[in-house]
Every structure is written in structure tokens, then in C-alpha cells.
């Protein structure tokens, strides 16, 4: 028989031959080949390893036990679709992960487990910490954080918390990790003076009216030698009331995907600019200083004589610039993965390691790599180290001129795609490269090709700026194609409102819109936006918080009365603190609610993930969740 359309590692082998040896006849050879096929591909490529092989062995042997008077072959192809799915989801490609609260233990725990993990990918290596965070009140996070800063001196831990933070009332932790001293903790403040004076306390006193901007952000990303590793962010506030009482989510993304890569570049960008901006964040001394100045000159405005606090000494940290990432993805088609892969194992090598992915697709370990090209046995323990194994997909919504190039495609054909995208938003699906490039290439590149794409929206606003902006990083100086409220595609400046309000003018009639938000005002443009989808005949469901939501509420029900597809239900069992919207396979999740100081104060962040079915069927069920436990209105 012809030989299968993969490749079967030496490991692999003794275990195919004794899955084929179960197969008695031609046509059972190849369709137990045909599964092999499959289970290869579920990583990526098109080499099946032991421990593939093994998994589709098992299946057989499992569906021979319980056969009875069945064919054990046809019932094994039919159980192996599933163990396949399984082995699909397992190498998750994108990089995706999410977690909700009330879901599979606690999230706080899974937290600081990733964060162990991407210590321990680090193995000693330079790695970053760098937090953005709102409220920070775990006894257990903070012990996470603090064991791992002494036992891991490799490891610089950078925090900017909200002003609320600076001091340790109501079990804040960073005053706390502070009075440890250890010298690869630093931590700023957002700049900030929430306060008014109370004539009838004599002094000031917060008022969260006053803010100029909190610092809302909940998350962090990982920085493994220059490499971009994680990004965890999401609605979950770092606190027990959040992992027990609170409807939270918190979502993982791992450098796999190019698109997840460039959350996390994203997210390390806004960090730098934030932690550098002198109006944005301040020092543990400096903040104090600046607060008492402030303080005293609210006393003395009022007629009260100023505190007589000494100044503190200047605790300035140095200006934060990323390091370089260092790292080849052996999966990658950026040029400087190729010529970086080059400078690390040779010209000669780096060819051959070239041809082989070429031929069978992705590597997915350095134990892959190593058997698929027998000369990479020899690299040292630090080479080896700063390769990295992506997932091999090109997305057609964010890739390059160069990426699509390097892909295959001519370059009209590439210049074509970004000229599509541009002028009409994303690609829903592969389908609509017809026409952009012959049938010919996307037939040969449609298995290294994806249409998911990830981005990052921010707000910000530093003290004592007139209006706030998008983000301290270089978001603030590009724009990004959205739809409008006119269907026309325009270029906007990358806010937390475009990040919803394009996916809200994108649906179409009989379209499903589930939105789980914490805080919604009628006055917020994502309001708006989602009025008028439903105007168009949208189908709407809507879960707001008990708290501080009746006008909204009111003014849904209003709408519904007159005969606009919307519901709305409220949550009153537990506090409702999600921020997230689903619409059909795009979603939208992170810090910002639907309100005036969301898109105008505070510091936020909004993602969106478009076309991944799999992450929107899991925000889904989360809708779905939260909506039958909530109250009908």
C-alpha cells in the first residue's frame, strides 16, 4: 500500500506497527492510517509521535474490549475522532486559555501556578514581572510574589498599583511587600489625589468623584530573556472576595500564536510607557510627597493650617526599557526568525531545520526538533534555550507583508490581502481570499493559515491632562480599522470604546449579542452602539450587577417594550463583576466597563479575540451561567 501522508517518528514506530498489525485487511490499514493522519496534524504537523501513536493505540484497544459482536476497527476510527479532538485541544495552538470563577477551584491559585510555571520556563534565565494591577488585597498572591522574588534572583518583579494601594489599610499587599526590601521588587503608584474637603471633618477625604484616573488594570505579563511568555488579564481583582464571591474572569495567553504574542507585546508596551510617564506613576516616596503636598494644599485652600511631614527622600527607579528578545521561533516567518535561528546553530543547520518544517510542519519540542534533525542533538543547553516553538499559523488579520511572503504568497498576493484588510476590517473566514491569491497557493497554505486575530485597546489618562488618551504605550500614536455605526470601515485611534462598539456594528440581523457587564450607562457609546445592533435586529440579552444599574436597566426595558429584540436580567446572589460581550465567534473581555470614566479616566484595557471559536463557546457558557442564575426584569 502507498506509504501514509506523514511522517512516523522512531519512537512512533514500534507502536503504528502494532496498531496496523490490528488491521487485517487493505481497507483497515488505511483507515487506521487515515486516524494516524489525523492525530498527527492535531499539533500542527504532519508527524505522528509516540506519544500520538500511543493515544490512538489505547482508543483501539479500547473499542476492541468493548466491541461485542461490532467491527473493533470501524468502532475504533469512530471513538478516535474524539481522542483526537482531545489531542487538538491539549496543544491549543492559539495560546487561549480562560478561567472562571465558581468553575473548576479556585482562579487565584491558578495564578500564581502560572506564574510558578513561567518561572520555571525561565530555568535561571532573565526574566520581568511587570503587573498592572487595581486592587491587590491576597494574602496568598502576596506570598506567591514574595517567594518567588527571594528564591528567585534572576526574576525583576515591577508593580504599579492604584493610588488606594499606597497605604495598608484593608489588607492592601504592596505596602506590605515593600517592608521585605528585596531588590528585585519595585513598585509605583498611578499619580493621583482623590480627595475633596470635608468641612465637617475639617479635612480631606476621598472621594472617588475626585480621581483623575484609577489605575483599573488587572493583569500582568512575563518576560522569559527579552521573550515575550504570558499575559494573565481579565475582570478578576487579586482578592479573595474576588476567587469566592464575585462573577470574574481571568484570561491566560501564551506565546504561540502570533496573534497572542502580540497581546503580550502589547500589554509590555502600555506597561514601559505607564511605569516611565512621571504624570502617570510615582515611586512609593515620591507618591508620598506628592500626596502631602496636595493634602496641605486643599488645608490651606480651606483655611487649615498644612501637616509638618518631612519630605521623603527621592526613591526614583530607573527608566524601564523592554529587553531585546533574543529568542528564534523555529515555527515563525518573520525574517528575523530565520536569521536569528541562523546566528544561533548556523547557516547549514538553520537550512535543514528550515526544510524539515518545510516538508512536515511545525517542531513542538526541542525533543521533536531533535529527532526530525539528528544534527541539533549537538546544540549547547543555552541555544537550546532560546528557541521557541510557536504554533506555526499565520494569521491573514495581523500577519505582514513579510510573513505572508515568507508564507508563500506572491507579493501581490500579500499586498492584496493587507490592501483587503485595510478597507474592509478582518476576514471572517479563509473563504474570502478568493480572488486575493490563485486557488492553487491558498489550496497549499490553507492549513498554516488562521483568521484569528488579537488585539489590545487602552485608556488613559495621566494627572492633570485635560482629557485621556489611548494608553501610555505607542497605541496612542496608531489607529486601527473598525466598523462604524454607518458600516463604513474608518481608522480610529485603539480606545477600550472601539474595541465593543465594532463588534456591536458588525452584527447583523437575527445575531446573537450576549454582554455580561459589571457597570453600564446609557450615556457610554458601547451603550449606544448596542442599541442601535438591535435596531437593526440584533437579538440582545443583557446581565448587568444589582448595584448602581436600575436607570439602565429601566431604559432596556423601555426599549423591549417597544419592540426591540433586547432582555435584560439582573444578578443580586453574587456580585456580577464580569466585562465581557460575545458575538457569535468574537468576543471582547478585560478592565473597562460601559461608562463615562471608563473611556474618558480611568487607565483600562479591552480585549478582543475574533474568529477562535473555541474561547468564544467558553465565554459563552459563562453568559449562559451567569443569565439563568440572574433575575428576569
Known sequence: MPAPAFKISAAARPIVDQLLARATTEADKKKVNE??????????????????????LDTFKSAAASAGTLDPIALGVEKSAATVASMKELANLDGVSSLFTFQDGSVKDKMIAELNASVARANGRPMEINMLIFEFQSDSLEKALVDIAKKNPNVTIRVIGDSGQATDSGGNALPSILKEKLPNVQVKYKKDFPYIFSQSAGRPVYNHGATQGLNHHKGFVTLIDGKPDLLSTGSFNWSDTADTKNYENLVFMRNTDSSSRRGIESFTDEFAGFWNNPEAALSPNNFANFKSQKWNELLKANGKPPTQAKAKPDDSYAPYSPPLDRSADLNGYRARDLSRLTELVGATLAKAVTKERTTNGRFTSVEDLQERVPGTAALSAETLAALHFGSGLVSVNTASLEELDNLGFSKKSAQDIVKWRETNGDFDSLDQLK???????LTRLKDKLSTTDVEVFFNSRPFGAP???????????????????????????????????????????????????YGMSVGAPEYNALVEAAKRGAVVRVVLNDDY???????????????LPIDVRVQKAKTMHEKFGVVGDDIFFGSANFSGSSSTKHSENRITIKNEASTAKAFQGRFDEIWNKSKVM
Not at 40 to 48: E, F, H, T
Not at 494 to 514: E, H, M, S
Open 549 to 563: 444599574t436600575a436607570p439602565t436597566v429601566a431604559a432596556l426595558k423601555a426599549l423591549a417594550t417597544q419592540g
Open 35 to 56: 486516524v494516524l493522519r489525523k492525530a498527527a496534524g492535531a499539533d500542527g504537523n504532519k508527524v505522528i509521535s509516540a506519544a500520538e501513536a500511543q493515544a490512538i
Open 467 to 517: 482629557q485621556g488618551g489611548t494608553g501610555y504605550g505607542s497605541s496612542g500614536s496608531r489607529t486601527t480599522p473598525v466598523m462604524g455605526a454607518n458600516g463604513q470601515i474608518t481608522s480610529a485611534a485603539p480606545n477600550v470604546v472601539v474595541g465593543a462598539t465594532d463588534l456591536f456594528n458588525r452584527a447583523k440581523a437575527g445575531q446573537p449579542i450576549d454582554v455580561a457587564m
Open 435 to 441: 480572488g486575493l491569491a490563485p486557488q492553487a497557493t
